[in-house]
């Protein structure tokens, strides 16, 4: 059977990393997926700040899931070269860290043209992220996100198979396929599931896309999540709730560390644990 481990993007609680490690920490959640922290990006900031970002983390007993970096997060059509810099800067930043993954993006296609026109540049693209990751140890984790080459489940499998590369994997994110009309399950699962290595747990609706919390919208979280566990995927669930103009706090229960709390980062939070949480509750007593 399958095994889960919780990490979450802890930027969307607070800025501040020990804010972060602190709500964290009343919610039994000892990774993070560090995108951003103490105000801006972890990829520019200088190795020697990283080594003190890392004590902090080691301070509070902390680990980093994946380096939640914006690599592939840049047009098609823009300057590589200063990318590709960034990116071995972010794989000294892994070593740092005594991190596995980088969470990156296929480039975003120029509005209104054909994706398959520049599949050739992603795949060249991507193939430098290869040749200079290698040896290093660290899997580079593509995430399916809108508009960008692989949007959806078909040019995500086109990559994982053009590139045919080990150390390249994929990320299921429930959300993002549901706002590119994606059917998740079983057709995204079915195709992409080889490939599979980590999964972001936030859902949406399909009539206008917003995001809502899991298991309240349209991405098939509980049938995914069931799926995974039978077919023994020991791994990380990474919330990234993207809750921001949440305010429906109904959903938190009595014993809840969010219930207390003000309106805001930490609070809106604490519902994305709860139900995911009440998910794999549900999942725990299905034989």
């Known amino acids: 059977m399958g095994e889960f481990k919780l990490s979450a993007f802890g930027d969307e609680i607070n800025s501040d990393l020990n804010t972060q490690m602190d709500v964290l920490d009343q919610h039994g959640i000892k990774y993070i997926e560090m995108r951003g922290v103490n105000g801006k990006l972890l990829v520019y900031y200088s190795l020697g700040e990283v080594k003190e970002i890392k004590k902090q983390l080691d301070e509070g007993g902390f680990k980093i899931s994946a380096i939640g970096s914006p690599l592939g997060k840049i047009k098609i059509t ?4 200063p ?15 005594e991190c596995k993954y980088i969470r990156m993006f296929s480039f975003f296609i120029p509005h209104g043209e054909e994706p398959l026109h520049y ?30 080459y692989g949007d959806i489940p078909e040019r995500c499998l086109d990559l994982f198979q053009s590139l045919n590369c080990d150390y390249v994997k994929g990320i299921f994110d429930f959300a993002n396929f549901v706002q590119c009309d994606v059917k998740n399950y079983p057709d995204a699962f079915e195709l992409l599931q080889d490939h599979i290595d980590y999964i972001h747990i936030k859902d949406a609706v399909y009539h206008d896309h917003h995001v809502v919390p ?21 791994g990380f669930l990474s919330l990234e709730p993207h809750l921001w103009d949440y305010s429906d706090f109904s959903l938190l229960e009595a014993d809840s560390p969010g219930l207390d709390l003000p309106e805001g980062g930490a609070k809106r939070f604490a519902v994305a644990v709860q139900t995911l949480k009440n998910i794999l509750n549900d999942i725990d007593q299905i034989e």
């Open 78 to 81: 823009d300057d590589f070269e």
């Open 83 to 97: 990318h590709l810099e960034l990116f071995k800067h972010t794989l000294e930043i892994a070593k740092i860290m």
């Open 119 to 148: 599949r050739d540049e992603v795949i060249r693209r991507w193939k430098s992220f290869i040749k200079a990751a290698e040896g290093s140890g660290v899997v580079l984790l593509h995430e399916n996100e809108s508009g960008i």
């Open 214 to 234: 899991a298991g309240k919208g349209e991405g098939n979280i509980r049938e995914i999540l069931m799926e995974l566990k039978n077919r023994g995927y020991v």
